[in-house]
Structure formats: C-alpha cells, structure tokens
C-alpha cells in the first residue's frame, strides 16, 4: 500500500499549462521531476530547483543502490564491511560514447565502457567508504564533454540514510525511490520511505 501525499493537478481535458522542470536539491538523490506551475513552489521548499529545458547535454544524478545491485557495488572494492553503495546515473543528449571517465571523489577514478542501462541512463555502482559529500565529475570520450555532481550521503533536505545497524523491524523514512508511473513493488523499500513519480511529479510515501 502506498499514501500518496500530492497529486499535482493537471487537466483532465488534456490541455494544461507548462510543466516546469525541476532538479533534487543538491546532493540529493532522484531525477528530474516535471510539475505543473502552480505546484512549483511547493516543491522548492523541499530543496527542488528549476532545470534547463532542454537539458543539459550530459546530467548526472544518483540514487542509492538497490539491495540486488549493492553486492556489487561493495564487491568491487578491497573492504567492503561498512561500504555505502550508490548508483551513478549518466543521461547524454548526443549518441552514447565508447567510454565514459569518473572521478568518484574519493580518490577512485576509473575508465569504463559506456554503461548501457537499458533506458535513457545509462548506470555505474560505485561503494564509498564513509558518509560524507562527494563531488563526482565525469567526462565522455572523444566529444570534451564534463559534468559534475555534488553526492551528499550525509543526508540531504528529502533524503537520510539508513542507520548503521537498523533494528529488524525497520523504522522506515530513510530511502528514497523513483521511477517513470506510481510505485509498485518495491522489494527494497520499507514503510517510510518516499518514492517520486517521475512522469506526474506525485510525490508518495511508501506503507505496508
């Protein structure tokens, strides 16, 4: 079951206003959301800031790693006890490169084929070793394009982390999901946690 907290409103009749485009607050994980003008102010006192339109040539965001794809993650570094996994979401306006460079902020910087994540994404996991900021800059090859992201697994406005050890029960509120249409199963979340509707702009809080 899911409760949703705000449903942007949008003409039944199909003609509506200019949906505004808007960012995470930084640091933040989640995508681009698009709502509707008059609920644009909203959303800023969450943190959300107003996005270029079209996008930029190459955007960045990222997300916490899903439990499937954290083992990855925190298999491929040397200690993995303790590792906080993410994933990496990298969105190009022009044709996909070869290669894709990443400078993890941390001290990682690897050179990796361009990782097709079977959308418009694509998708790197990458395990860091303590909750602090991180700036992540990547370049394409071949074509000088840059862009950069502030990565904040401290907590953010819309986002906290998991606690450390958290009690089996789980108290939930600390994940953050989205994705293109409302939530459904979500084998990772647990109650509490919020999930954006990237096609809509709702905005939900997931139960039991």
Same mark, same amino acid.
């Given at each position: ?13 199909g003609i509506s206003a200019q949906?505004?485009? !808007? !960012? ?5 994980? =989640? ?49 993995p006890a303790g590792t906080i ?20 902020? /941390? ?16 998708? !790197? ?7 602090? /900021? ?15 992201? !502030? ?19 789980? =108290?939930? =509120? ?26 809509? =702009? ?7």
């Open positions: 079951m899911t409760s949703l907290l705000r449903t942007p409103a949008i003409s039944s009749s949906l505004v485009r !808007l !960012l995470p607050p930084l640091g933040c994980p =989640g995508q681009p959301v698009w709502v509707p003008p008059n609920e644009v102010l909203r959303w800023e006192q969450l943190g959300f800031y107003r996005a270029p339109i079209p996008a930029a040539v190459l955007e960045l965001a990222w997300q916490p790693a899903a439990a499937t794809t954290a083992a990855t993650a925190t298999a491929a570094i040397a200690d996994a993410v994933e990496l979401l990298l969105n190009t306006r022009h044709t996909p490169p070869a290669a894709v460079t990443v400078d993890w902020g /941390d001290g990682t910087t690897q050179t990796l084929p361009w990782p097709d994540g079977g959308d418009a994404n694509g998708r !790197l996991l990458h395990g860091y070793a303590s909750r602090r /900021d991180y700036t992540i800059r990547v370049a394409l090859s071949g074509n000088g394009i840059t862009a950069s992201l !502030l990565l904040s697994l401290a907590g953010c406005p819309i986002w906290q982390p998991e606690p450390t050890q958290p009690p089996p029960t789980g =108290g939930g =509120g600390s994940r953050w999901f989205n994705g293109d249409g409302p939530p459904g199963t979500i084998t990772a979340a647990a109650p509490g946690d919020y999930y954006l509707d990237g096609i809509s =702009g709702a905005f939900y809080v997931l139960e039991n």
